[in-house]
């Protein structure tokens, strides 16, 4: 059962910030938010994920709001091959992760 | 290290017959999650196994559908009778010991078509 919302799609200019909204009002204390991205039909790709402090690696940072109700993944430069579904995840205990539909971003030349 | 590995990368069956899919998890971990996704569809949890114990399988279809995780060699995704709506991928993701802030990494997953 979806424990967060995503739009369905976005557009991104290439070499702009694509920034992807999540909601997730329900989620609860010892909850992570966790975000993968699916290139075409390949498998799953770990990006990033986080508790309640902002994060960031050499792929993306991510945004959680104080109230941990929502957050933002931010690409900073986005590139064609960032053309992906991307989805936002809540999840505690292991990794029984549910995907939802995401958000299939679009970085145009 | 080599990633989450899985074969066949594409696996045809006929009606009726067995499909076996097979996942190594990367080095060092010892927890495997399978995950079927259908067409257009987001990624669905199937099952959660450690080495030689299922953890949860609250995803598994209740009949023709089994997982192993052996102590030895790699875990076995096993679809018996298969009929046309179990054509899918099947992705095998793993992630090491710990149950908290860990992260899950994915194979390319198997394709299977049934005819």
């Known amino acids: 059962d979806a424990k967060t919302t995503q739009p369905t799609s976005m557009d991104c200019a290439e070499g702009r910030a694509a920034n992807l909204p999540c909601n997730h009002s329900t989620i609860s204390g010892n909850e992570y938010v966790y975000w993968y991205r699916q290139i075409h039909s390949q498998g799953p790709q770990y990006i990033i994920h986080?508790?309640?402090n902002n994060e960031t690696n050499e792929m993306a940072s991510l945004i959680i709001t104080e109230d941990r109700k929502s957050s933002t993944l931010i690409l900073p430069h986005a590139t064609l091959r960032d053309t992906a579904v991307y989805y936002c995840i809540v999840a505690n205990t292991g990794n029984q992760f549910y995907f939802g539909t995401g958000t299939s971003l679009t970085v145009i030349p | 290290n080599a990633g989450v590995m899985q074969n066949p990368r594409h696996l045809v069956r006929r009606r009726g017959q067995e499909a076996r899919l097979r996942c190594s998890p990367m080095?060092?971990?010892?927890?495997v999650y399978w995950y079927r996704q259908l067409p257009e569809e987001g990624l669905k949890f199937m099952v959660y196994l450690q080495k030689e114990n299922i953890i949860d399988e609250s995803g598994m279809p209740k009949e023709r559908f089994s997982a192993e995780f052996p102590k030895e060699g790699p875990s076995i995704l096993r679809i018996q009778q298969v009929v046309r709506g179990d054509s899918a991928a099947y992705f095998c993701a793993s992630s090491p010991p710990g149950f908290v802030n860990t992260e899950a990494f994915f194979g390319q997953g198997t394709r299977l078509t049934v005819v």
């Open positions: 986080g508790l309640k």
């Open positions: 080095k060092g971990h010892s927890h």
